[in-house]
């Protein structure tokens, strides 16, 4: 059985309660399942909205956005959900969010429908922001991808939906921050704040690397690049022990040579480099992050020797681990 519902009709099963100046949470209960939405509005006309629900049938919402030219930036942390938006140009006709990817979209004045599964349990947080944002910083935007110059150049610009791959270890710490935040009232406001600005800029970043990426694949067939990107995931779940580059290069179904040049080519770095550098990165976040010792966090991400961590560490950020946290204030 699949429950079709309209915005108004899902606006008329929820209960929707103002939690203060800046929140409000709009919550479904009904005999087919629950859903919940928690709104935080930020300044610079930033919206955070932590998104949960779970359907014991196939629920399909129809909506309409509006006309405001605003972006969302969306984090799926478990579940996922189908889109289709007929007549859209620009756009997929159909197409699918799942957990563990990120995705950033500018969709004013459409029609859509989403489809959600039954016995799922979906969660994501999502950003609404508008371009001007990027435009309120005095810099150049060369660097920014180009839908991102255009639209501060004109907020009307065509749309678009953009996956950007899988949610970073980086991401993933402010992610979690975000729905553990420690603080009330305007404490609560400044922290989310920073940490929406700074989910924005790791998002943008990944885009401008994805693009870097596009640029240097011309020399291997799509085939091959989707098996370096296999190789990539593989690392990425096997941090603490990875498989050797022999083993790795079996798993995808390349010999070593091609997966040591492809990785080059593809990644701009070496197999090894970049689990270093992503195990190095995790420790920064981990630093900053969380109050475990030194050599809990060594271990966490992959170093069984905390000295041998540390002079990696220093070699790639220029302070010790202990002179890190102490400057950011653990």
Partial sequence: MTIRLTDTDFG??????????CERKVELSTWFGQSSSHWTFLRHNLELAIHESEYSE???????????????????????????????AGVDDDYEEVAGYNYLFFLPDIREFE????????????IYWY???????????????????????????????QP???????MRLVLKQILQCPFRETLREMYLEAKVLELLVLQIA???????????????RPDEIERLHHAKAILNQTLQNPPSLLNLARQIGLNDFKLKRGFREVFGTTVCG??????????????????????????????????????????????????YRQHKGL
């Avoid at 909506?63 to 007929?86: A, I, N, Q, V, W």
């Avoid at 349990?121 to 999502?126: D, F, G």
């Avoid at 950007?164 to 980086?170: F, M, N």
Wanted: glycine share 6%; proline share 4%; charged share 20%.
């Fill in 12 to 21: 008329e099963l929820s209960n929707d309660v103002q939690l203060n100046d």
């Fill in 58 to 88: 196939a629920v399909i919402v129809e909506g309409e956005h509006d006309d405001l030219p605003f972006l969302t930036s969306k984090f799926f942390l478990s579940g996922g959900m189908r889109t289709t938006t007929p007549n859209v």
């Fill in 115 to 126: 489809h959600f599964a039954a016995n799922q349990r979906k969660q994501c947080i999502s």
């Fill in 131 to 161: 371009p001007d944002l990027l435009s309120s910083f005095q810099s150049s935007f060369e660097e920014l991808p180009v839908l991102l110059q255009q639209l501060i150049e004109n907020p009307t610009k065509q749309r678009f939906h």
């Fill in 164 to 170: 950007l791959g899988a949610i970073t270890p980086a």
């Fill in 206 to 220: 990944q885009w401008g690397e994805n693009n870097q990426v596009l640029q240097r694949s011309l020399f291997f």
């Fill in 274 to 323: 970049y689990v270093q550098s992503l195990r190095l990165e995790q420790a920064q976040q981990l630093l900053r992050g969380t109050n475990l010792a030194i050599a809990e966090i060594a271990y966490q991400v992959g170093y069984e020797s905390t000295s041998h961590f540390g002079y990696l560490f220093k070699r790639q950020f220029g302070v010790t681990p202990r002179d």
